[in-house]
């Protein structure tokens, strides 16, 4: 149920937990056992377009793995200073999923069964286990814990296909820089107001999303 279940008396050895696609920071800081430990948000590297699409900041004394293993340990001045990842809604496992009639759970309340076809057998989301082992409501964070910062694909955004993320990066330089710098103008003016007004919405958190289950990320609505 719990990582201290799981490895006892090894539990302290735990310097950093990866948070996943599916869960931020907020997410995990209704487990108290985490409270000591570094949040890490690192990509998966399934394809070259998915590398780096959660990354950590740190700031290090030097660039080597002595320092960035320091910094997992907040030691010798290195430490994390943010996370960026995904909204944890667009996840592959972010909630519970019935495979046998593909319903997807949208309820505030955890859904440990499908509320559809009663199935039991369901593909239990990250949301809803952490609500059944959360030890608060809302989350407690330590003093040092690093902001989460959420960051839209390109890709997921409507309207948006290959050749208009080609456009934005050979004007911007990398996607990181179109989705948390450019501003409405410049954006407007290489991919026009519609598209530009998606990236600034996205960028804000202000777009509405179907959420995530069972292995199917969650997307975008138009």
Request: charged letters at 25%.
């Amino acid at each position: 149920d719990r990582l201290s279940y799981a490895f006892e008396d090894e539990f302290d050895k735990i310097i950093s937990v990866e948070l996943g696609l599916s869960a931020d920071t907020d997410f995990a800081d209704t487990i108290s056992e985490l409270a000591t430990k570094t949040f890490l948000t690192n990509s998966d590297a399934h394809s070259l377009e998915k590398i780096a699409r959660e990354y950590n900041r740190m700031k290090l004394r030097f660039p080597d793995f002595k320092n960035i293993f320091s910094a997992l340990k907040g030691f010798d001045n290195n430490f994390i200073v943010s996370n960026y990842g995904l909204d944890p809604k667009l996840g592959k496992y972010h909630r519970t999923f019935c495979p046998s009639c593909n319903y997807t759970a949208h309820e505030i309340l955890p859904v440990t069964e499908c509320p559809s076809c009663h199935n039991k057998a369901v593909t239990l989301g990250v949301f809803d286990r952490i609500a059944l082992i959360a030890d608060y409501k809302t989350p407690i964070h330590p003093e040092n814990r690093p902001l989460y910062h959420y960051q839209v694909p390109l890709e997921f955004i409507p309207g948006i296909g290959n050749k208009t993320i080609e456009k934005l990066i050979l004007n911007f330089g990398t996607e990181m820089n179109v989705i948390h710098n450019a501003d409405k103008i410049q954006l407007t003016d290489v991919v026009g107001e519609q598209i530009a007004t998606s990236i600034i919405l996205a960028r804000e958190g202000k777009l509405d999303m179907k959420v995530g289950g069972g292995g199917f990320y969650g997307k975008v609505l138009d």
